[in-house]
């Protein structure tokens, strides 16, 4: 009798443990189900559309006393005026940056410069850190243009045609910078170049957040690329079999760039990129 109720008090508490075992696993399940649930409902769809003679370069801005500034852009060098007709002294050297300098030679290089700077901003959208700043298009500062102190600053287009005429631009952009905080979850996009090129995606995978081996991985890297026909779109489903059903995935606060193009066929009207990803 005696030992009955010794295996039978061994058996209620392993009852008990496992009872409570599994309404912890459920509860645990239910935890990480609704965290998975709310993690996909605060997802944001994007999607952007460039025409050929639209590659966005850079925002610059201004929050100094001035009442304006305005930038003069040439393949040499580029000048802050604040406001029109006054150079600023505080932006470069003079009022100017020489983009032939080895300091300032890549857009990488000028933005961190500017940035650096208390009065002004500077955020690369579809050039890369290592793209020429030769490749800024020329500008003339005047009242009213370019205006980098109003709302939301003043976008600074590419030309990778190397001179300023719109219809130069031989290679087709779209930049993505996440929300802070932010990834990008590339889905797909659509190229259409003329003659033929290739399209390239570059950043930072999620795959190497973090990563410890030595290696600098951002919008100059190249992750994934693929020839392009004259004139005919190359449509590429990143979350199709072979690939991951998520996208590709790029790590928290990532610049991505995505290019169209060969770099020496000037773009018609018909040509752009699109692409459609996710922030999360």
């Not at 300098?101 to 857009?107: A, G, I, L, N």
């Not at 793209?131 to 003339?140: E, K, N, V």
């Not at 990778?160 to 797909?188: C, H, M, N, Y």
């Not at 973090?210 to 890297?221: F, S």
Request: with cysteine; proline share 1%; net charge negative.
């Amino acid at each position: 009798m005696k030992t009955k109720k010794k295996m039978g008090g061994v058996l209620s508490l392993a009852l008990l443990t496992l009872t409570f075992a599994a309404t912890f696993s459920m509860k645990a399940a239910a935890v990480g189900l609704q965290d998975l649930q709310t993690k996909e409902a605060n997802k944001i769809g994007m999607a952007e559309l460039k025409a050929s003679n639209n590659a966005e370069c850079m925002n610059l801005g201004y929050s100094g006393a001035s009442s304006e500034a305005v930038v003069t852009i040439s393949s040499f060098q580029i000048t802050a005026y604040a406001p029109a007709g006054t150079a600023d002294t505080t932006f470069g050297t003079s009022g100017t940056y020489l983009l032939s300098s080895t300091s300032y030679d890549t857009m990488g290089e000028l933005c961190d410069a500017v940035e650096a700077l208390s009065s002004y901003t500077c955020r690369l959208l579809a050039c890369k850190r290592d793209d020429a700043t030769y490749l800024l298009r020329d500008q003339t500062a005047t009242s009213g243009t370019n205006d980098l102190k109003a709302t939301g600053g003043a976008t600074i287009l590419l030309d990778t045609g190397g001179v300023a005429a719109l219809t130069d631009v031989f290679v087709e952009r779209i930049g993505i910078t996440p929300l802070s905080g932010r990834r990008v979850q590339l889905k797909s996009f659509v190229g259409n170049a003329n003659v033929i090129g290739t399209c390239k995606v570059y950043g930072k995978l999620r795959k190497f957040e973090g990563a410890t081996d030595g290696v600098t991985r951002n919008d100059t890297t190249l992750v994934w690329s693929a020839i392009t026909a004259d004139d005919t779109d190359l449509t590429v489903d990143f979350t199709n079999s072979g690939r991951s059903p998520l996208g590709l995935e790029f790590a928290t606060d990532a610049h991505v760039v995505i290019s169209c193009g060969n770099g020496t066929g000037v773009q018609a009207a018909a040509n752009q990129v699109q692409a459609f990803w996710n922030e999360y």
